[in-house]
């Protein structure tokens, strides 16, 4: 089954910790994508990867670190959380280019900073 | 710059009756691509629909259907004789060409749909 993984789906953790939320896809993907999801702020772009060791700023990345070692991996990382990361995440990966669109998003994960 | 305008912060209705979500959007592209997916209250991203540019045609898909006007930078979606399970936070999406490829997400447009 084509799809997009993300671990864990739910943290609760202490500002400071460091952190990593685990992406994973399927389906062979160049692009590979992170999103944060906030009340009456939709979805923003944090990252993005257009293939392997190919990476780069979305528009909130303050805060957050990516790497792309392996076409299926796009793990991001949080080196000393804030509350104000407080947040729905998703990953999402797609085809790159040719405008073949749909970007497969992954089921989310809820993010609690104390 | 790319910008998605969902102006219906909240929208309720009560079932089977019709109700139509706007989404206008804002690009410089000329080819790009829209998208409508539906948040349910179990939080993930479910894909409703996908139209480029240069694809004016409407489109059916059982209660849903979505009328794309270019002239007016529109992408509305309009769900028939709703349904409780249509109660959701629906995004209306953006993508562009080159550059980071990424969604520019509208701030979503919450319906409850009550029985």
């Known amino acids: 089954e084509a799809q997009v993984t993300q671990n864990p789906r739910y943290l609760i953790t202490v500002t400071g910790k460091k952190l990593t939320v685990t992406c994973s896809q399927n389906m062979n993907h160049e692009y590979m994508s992170w999103y944060r999801q906030d009340p009456g702020l939709g979805l923003r772009q944090i990252y993005y990867?257009?293939?392997?060791?190919?990476?780069d700023k979305g528009d909130v990345p303050e805060g957050y670190k990516v790497s792309r070692k392996e076409k299926r991996n796009f793990p991001l990382i949080l080196e000393s959380p804030s509350p104000n990361q407080t947040s729905l995440y998703f990953c999402?990966?797609?085809?790159?280019?040719?405008?073949?669109?749909?970007?497969?998003f992954g089921p989310g994960t809820r993010l609690t900073v104390l | 710059a790319q910008k998605v305008t969902q102006a219906q912060t909240e929208i309720s209705v009560v079932e089977k009756e019709d109700v139509t979500l706007d989404c206008v959007y804002e690009t410089r592209d000329t080819t790009y691509y829209l998208f409508w997916y539906k948040q349910p209250p179990s939080g993930e991203l479910v894909f409703l629909i996908r139209?480029?540019?240069?694809?004016?045609q409407n489109e059916i898909s059982g209660r849903y259907s979505w009328n794309f006007q270019k002239s007016t930078s529109s992408f509305n979606f309009t769900i028939t004789a709703s349904q409780v399970v249509d109660s959701a936070v629906y995004f209306c999406a953006l993508r562009g060409q080159g550059g980071s490829e990424k969604l520019v997400f509208g701030k979503g447009t919450k319906l409850t749909v009550n029985p």
């Open positions: 999402a990966s797609s085809l790159l280019g040719q405008g073949l669109g749909e970007q497969f």
């Open positions: 990867s257009m293939n392997v060791e190919v990476t």
């Open positions: 139209r480029n540019s240069f694809d004016e």
